[in-house]
């Protein structure tokens, strides 16, 4: 008869526990040949030495996945239960991380609410895998494929993992010809609106509290691309967005930035490019130049890709159908 006492520190035990006792519960029927007594954050594990010990492991990884993520739904924690989370073995206990398998729904990160956050396309879960495989990832097609959403969510998933210390988003502060200057407010009120889709973004997948630490501690840096130049950005998980609207010269500057322990994404819509008709798209000049580089890949998603609203795929077919015909047309004449 084994008998072992856990104590459930830097969490809230009612996470781990659950209301009246339900998460407890779930655990209980998970393992019945075991006694469990929980009282305050003491938990007592009685019964055969391999059954407590295979529990305590599990219970040392849902608090592990507290301690990353503030919550845990019963739909993860019976995953646990039911080895579709595990530790990779070859890294240390206090090292490893929980892994996702293949067979958890390609979910990429639990975000707000327990909400999972996976890859919906065959494209968004080629973007996750080649993300994983590569520094640099090219990511681009039309509004609604989940470019941005996906490159969040693997970010967030990095700095929950402690793949990288920190989060850094941009994009260029252009849009449809309008000037900062004539925005009202201070330089933060004329930045933000660029930025927004970021910031939704992030409200998905962080609690509000622990979002608004990250952003204060600049573990997560939200900026335009302008202000990235002059930095070195090493163990971040940075994300460049809309990056059509980016120059060459603004691309190559943001490249260089990368330090040796740096991941990248770069998401952008070659059909909505916003600069002026006499500068070309550095995104489109970074794809033709850099992509057979070791460690650079691209993706391109397209109106299958789409996970808006239904008619959003059906409005970017119609018009792509139309830039062809005009195309056509053009080289008649």
Sequence with gaps: MSEIVLTIDGINPVELFG????????????????LFNSRGEKLKISGEKKDTQKAKAKIEQLVKIIRNEDVLNIDKLKDVLNGYVAFNLEETPSDAEDKLLPT?????????????????????KKMVQLSEENDIVFAVGPAGTGKTYTAVALAVRALKS????????????????????????????????????????????LPSEKLDHFMQTRVIEVAPLAF???????????????????????????????????????????????????QRSGLSNALNILSDLE????????????????????????YEEDSERRKAKFQEE
């Design 19 to 34: 209301q009246q006792n339900n998460k407890l519960n779930i655990i209980k029927q998970a393992f019945p040949a075991l």
């Design 104 to 124: 958890n729904n390609n979910v990429i990160v639990y975000g707000r609410n327990a909400k999972a956050i996976k890859a919906r396309t065959r494209n968004q």
């Design 162 to 205: 402690k793949m990288v210390r920190k989060i850094i988003l941009t994009r260029p502060a252009v849009e449809a010809g309008e000037n900062l200057g004539f925005l009202p407010g201070d330089l933060k009120d004329k930045i933000d609106p660029y930025l927004r889709p970021l910031y939704d973004a992030l409200d998905d997948m």
């Design 228 to 278: 990235m130049r002059g930095r070195t950005l090493d163990k971040a998980f940075i994300i460049l967005d809309e990056a059509q609207n980016a120059t060459s010269t603004q691309i190559k500057m943001f490249l260089t930035r990368l330090g040796p322990s740096a991941k990248c994404i770069i998401t952008g819509d070659l059909s909505q490019i916003d600069l002026p008709r006499n």
């Design 295 to 318: 460690g650079i890949a691209k993706l391109f998603l397209t109106s299958e890709d789409v996970v808006r609203h239904k008619l959003v795929k059906d409005i970017i077919n119609r």
